[in-house]
């Protein structure tokens, strides 16, 4: 079945590194987009970056650019959120999105999420 597992997440210190990954599982990862978004406390899912489904293009939200990178692996099914620099601000839940078209229905598929905590 269609299957995206995130890992990588943790406590970290501000100003420390994490790297996230997102294994998929099921379906033609290397055929769909990847998003990766996240959501703090009480607030709303915000999209923190994305790749098209060759790697070939990113975008980043604003809070992140510069300190964040998305890739992507196609051999290994596997999209990857490089974080540096990381502030309190960036603590949140992590989730991995990967979207698609299939047989001409758009496709939605995301992970469980990844806690991620920055704080000293």
């Known amino acids: 079945q269609v299957q995206l597992v995130e890992s990588g997440g943790g406590l970290v210190q501000p100003g420390g590194s994490l790297r996230l990954s997102c294994a998929a599982s099921?379906?033609?990862?290397?055929?769909?987009?990847m998003r990766w978004y996240r959501q703090a406390p009480g607030k709303a899912r915000e999209l923190v970056a994305g790749?098209?489904?060759?790697?070939?293009?990113?975008n980043y939200a604003d809070s992140v650019k510069g300190r964040f990178t998305i890739s992507r692996d196609n051999a290994k099914n596997t999209g990857y959120l490089e974080m540096n620099r990381l502030q309190p601000d960036d603590t949140a839940v992590y989730y991995c999105?990967?979207?698609?078209?299939?047989?001409?229905?758009?496709?939605?598929?995301w992970g469980q999420g990844t806690q991620v905590t920055v704080s000293s």
């Open positions: 790749i098209n489904s060759n790697g070939g293009n990113t």
């Open positions: 999105n990967s979207y698609g078209v299939i047989m001409l229905y758009f496709k939605d598929y």
């Open positions: 099921g379906f033609n990862f290397s055929s769909f987009s």
